[in-house]
């Protein structure tokens, strides 16, 4: 079993930045691919960035490139989002994953099987 614990959410105004942080605990050996969603109201959930924790590799939406920087520290148990120069639409909650052991590494939600209670994040104009 893993926990999962986002903090960092907040407001702020747009082209500022927020520094998202989840805190991993119980069996995270088994997590090989962690990701960072968010669900703004009335939409879906999306992927917004996934790392392989093994190699570090990282992947992201199109709509973040450029501007988010998933990240992890292994010896704290901890993955990280960077966000800089944010935007009104970024406004959601934002939730942090580990995914489904046997599953690919991707940004859809359901090949995530462990989920944090979510972070707000409010960007405003």
């Known amino acids: 079993q893993v926990q999962l614990v986002e903090s960092g959410g907040g407001s702020v105004q747009a082209g500022g930045s927020l520094r998202l942080s989840c805190a991993a605990s119980g069996y995270t050996r088994s997590t090989y691919c962690m990701g960072w969603f968010r669900q703004a109201p009335g939409k879906e959930r999306e992927g917004v960035a996934r790392?392989?924790?093994?190699?570090?590799?990282?992947y992201y939406a199109d709509s973040v490139k450029g501007r988010f920087t998933i990240s992890q520290d292994k010896a704290k148990n901890t993955l990280y989002l960077q966000m800089n120069s944010l935007k009104p639409e970024d406004t959601a909650v934002y939730y942090c994953?580990?995914?489904?052991?046997?599953?690919?590494?991707?940004?859809?939600?359901?090949?995530?099987?462990?989920w944090g209670q979510g972070t707000q994040v409010t960007v405003s104009s």
């Open positions: 994953a580990a995914a489904r052991s046997g599953g690919y590494c991707t940004l859809s939600p359901a090949t995530y099987g462990y």
């Open positions: 790392i392989y924790t093994g190699s570090g590799s990282t």
